[in-house]
Structure formats: structure tokens, C-alpha cells
């Protein structure tokens, strides 16, 4: 019999108290050994801790010296010219307002309004709805570029179509069958009676002028001959 199996039987005739006390301090030893690798990990993150707040501290220290001190940072031109809107191709270029285009009669396009109306396409003939291309332009009676005397004609030429309530003159074309023909007949019309009416307002007093000379020149004759 060999000296192993000898003492494999020797163990298993002791008694089970033994056995008991030798696993109890195999569990010792165990958590002996957890024990001492616990405390390794905390004083190996308590040494970590002192070396981070070294370097909190050294870095805090540098950045008041440097703030301290009459440090200029390169980008501070760079930063300038942002805030002022310059690129790298210079200033900002100065953009002078666009005036609005003029009629010949002297009306800006910004001051007439049109309207008109817009419907869905129609799946059958004749595919278009009724007034659809019906415009409507509307004009303030104040910003015409005529004194009251040639007003006065204009209203005369336009009839009923100048309101004296909403103080408008308004103008209404379905002559063509596009809106934008009839857009441009509309601003037509309205240039040409402007220009008319100054035209008639010249021819006025053209004739009231003539007919007040020659009014004078028959009363002096008259009085000639009394004489």
C-alpha cells in the first residue's frame, strides 16, 4: 500500500470536527486574502486622488499666472473683424435701397394692388372657372401725382369706378385669358388716363388763358371806341 492512500484513509477516520475546522480556516484564509486586496485597491485610489488634485491645483495656479499676465491671444484681430462683419475679402458691402419703378405717369408700382382669384384645375372642358383670369387693380386716390384740378378730370374720365368712401380707384380687366396679360392692360389703362388727364388739365388752361386775353383785348377796344 502506498503512503497516499494511507493517508487518504488516515483523514477519513478523523473525526468530523477536524474536518470542519480545517475548511473554516481554508474560508479564513479566503477572506483574509479579499481583505488585503480591498485595502490595496483604496490606497491605490486614495494615492490616485492626491496626484489628481496636484494637478487641479497646478493647472488652476498656471491659469491665473497667465490670465494675470499681459498675455494676447493671436485670434483676438480675427475676432475683432467678426464682430464688426468683415470676411477675408474685406468690409461688408454697403447695399443702397433699390427705388420702386414708376409708371410714365409718375405712380410707383409698390403703390397699386391687385387681385384676382385662383381655383383647382378642372378635369373637364372647358378646364378653366368662371373669372379666373378677372384682375382687379386698386389704387389710393392720394398717391396719384396730380393736384386737384386734374383730379378732378381724371374723375370725370373714370366714373364710378373711383370711390369717394374708400377714397380708391379701381380697375377691373378679364379682356385677355391670362392674369398676367390683363395685369399689364390694367396698369396700362391707368398710366394713359393719368397722362390724359394732365394733358386735358394743360389744354384747360391753355383755353381759359386765350380766352381771358382775348376778353381783355375786346374790353379795351371797347372802351377805345367809347372814347
Given at each position: ?188 389703362i391707368l398710366d394713359r388716363m393719368v397722362l390724359a388727364a394732365k394733358k386735358l388739365a394743360v389744354e384747360a388752361s391753355q383755353i381759359n388763358d386765350d380766352s381771358n ?12 371806341a367809347q372814347e
Amino acid at each position: 500500500m502506498s503512503a497516499n492512500s494511507t493517508l487518504k484513509q488516515a483523514l477519513q477516520r478523523l473525526p468530523s470536527s477536524v474536518r470542519y475546522l480545517n475548511g473554516a480556516a481554508n474560508r479564513v484564509s479566503f477572506n483574509a486574502t479579499l481583505v488585503l486586496t480591498a485595502r490595496s485597491f483604496a490606497s491605490a485610489a486614495s494615492v490616485m486622488d492626491g496626484e489628481r488634485q496636484a494637478l487641479y491645483a497646478s493647472t488652476t495656479s498656471s491659469t491665473t499666472t497667465n490670465s494675470s499676465s499681459s498675455h494676447t491671444s493671436p485670434m483676438t484681430e480675427y475676432l475683432k473683424q467678426m464682430s464688426l462683419g468683415h470676411t477675408a475679402a474685406g468690409p461688408p458691402p454697403k447695399y443702397a435701397p433699390t427705388p420702386a419703378p414708376k409708371l410714365k405717369c409718375g405712380i410707383a408700382e409698390d403703390d397699386l394692388t391687385f387681385k384676382t382669384s385662383s381655383y383647382q384645375r378642372l378635369i373637364h372642358s372647358p378646364y378653366v372657372q368662371h373669372q379666373e383670369h378677372k384682375v382687379t387693380l386698386t389704387c389710393r386716390w392720394h398717391v396719384l401725382p396730380l393736384n386737384d384740378f386734374e383730379k378732378r378730370i381724371l374723375q370725370e374720365i373714370v366714373g364710378n369706378r373711383y370711390n369717394p368712401k374708400t377714397n380708391e380707384l379701381k380697375l377691373t380687366s378679364e379682356q385677355f385669358g391670362s392674369r398676367i396679360e390683363n395685369k399689364r392692360h390694367l396698369t396700362s389703362i391707368l398710366d394713359r388716363m393719368v397722362l390724359a388727364a394732365k394733358k386735358l388739365a394743360v389744354e384747360a388752361s391753355q383755353i381759359n388763358d386765350d380766352s381771358n386775353d382775348s376778353s381783355s383785348s375786346g374790353g379795351g377796344g371797347t372802351v377805345a371806341a367809347q372814347e
